[in-house]
């Protein structure tokens, strides 16, 4: 690489960075203000506004609410969970779940994109040139990324912007983080979209809903079954290696 290429790739460089402490600076001053207007008691407030809305213009509620969840994921604003039980309570279980995925999947992928523009294709190159445990953490990953990548989604103790940032920062192609994404995410959707589609019976109770349901037994079991039948394949080949 030429002098004069060297400077064209640093400028860029710095230019991305400066872009992305922009972005980074918007998403922190956005979450203070996020953080009391997306709560549970502003839905339970505002029930009445938001159901006689949907109830006159379902079809721009739905298109709203997408674009607003899709936001909500791609700037990483605290309300994530609430704005699934929104969907629920808004759309029902089926058709809230939709709603869910979509806006979710949507904002995952813009936020796996500005972080791959930002620093992923950086940091990436960085893992590729390095050696001892950070190259084989990497190594790791490309042997094994379409699991990685839906045991990140199904385990409920990994963050979702976190699942969102990873990959990008390891060079996943855009394609397998999209793939794993919508169809990763559905179970715990299903399970906090059911939620909120109860959020009726909860606020006539004037109670609040369990958003610890996750970790029962009869739904906690079934998401560590899809997480270990992603895990098989790690496993197949850990035992091909070892017979070799």
């Known amino acids: 690489m030429n002098t004069t290429s060297k400077q064209?790739?640093?400028?860029?460089?710095?230019?991305?960075?400066?872009?992305?402490?922009?972005?980074?600076?918007?998403?922190?001053?956005?979450?203070?203000?996020?953080k009391d207007i997306l709560s549970f008691d502003s839905l339970a407030q505002y029930r009445g506004d938001l159901i006689?809305?949907?109830?006159?213009?379902?079809?721009?509620?739905?298109?709203?609410?997408?674009?607003?969840y899709a936001l909500i994921v791609a700037f990483s604003l605290p309300g994530a969970t609430i704005a699934t039980l929104t969907g629920g309570f808004l759309f029902g279980t089926a058709i809230g779940a939709i709603t869910n995925v979509t806006g979710a999947s949507i904002g995952a992928m813009v936020l796996f994109a500005a972080a791959r523009w930002g620093l992923?294709?950086?940091?990436?190159?960085?893992?590729?040139?390095?050696?001892?445990p950070i190259q084989k953490i990497k190594n790791g990953i490309d042997e094994n990324q379409w699991s990685a990548l839906f045991l990140i989604r199904l385990m409920p103790v990994v963050p979702f912007f976190v699942?969102?940032?990873?990959?990008?920062?390891?060079?996943?192609?855009?394609?397998?983080?999209?793939?794993?994404?919508?169809?990763?995410?559905?179970?715990?959707?299903?399970?906090y979209t059911s939620v909120g589609a109860g959020l009726g019976e909860v606020f006539a109770a004037g109670e609040t809903p369990n958003l610890g349901i996750i970790f029962?037994?009869?739904?906690?079991?079934?998401?560590?079954?899809?997480?270990?039948?992603?895990?098989?394949?790690?496993?197949?080949?850990?035992?091909?290696?070892?017979e070799l």
Do not use: W
């Open 216 to 242: 029962e037994p009869h739904i906690l079991f079934p998401i560590l079954g899809l997480s270990l039948l992603a895990l098989l394949p790690i496993i197949i080949k850990r035992f091909r290696k070892v």
């Open 163 to 191: 699942a969102n940032l990873l990959p990008a920062l390891f060079g996943v192609p855009f394609y397998r983080f999209a793939i794993s994404t919508v169809l990763g995410i559905i179970p715990g959707a299903l399970v």
């Open 120 to 132: 992923g294709d950086y940091l990436a190159s960085k893992m590729d040139a390095s050696s001892g």
């Open 52 to 68: 006689a809305f949907r109830d006159a213009n379902f079809l721009l509620t739905f298109t709203l609410f997408i674009a607003a």
């Open 8 to 34: 064209n790739h640093k400028g860029g460089s710095k230019k991305k960075l400066i872009g992305f402490i922009a972005v980074l600076t918007c998403i922190i001053l956005l979450g203070s203000q996020f």
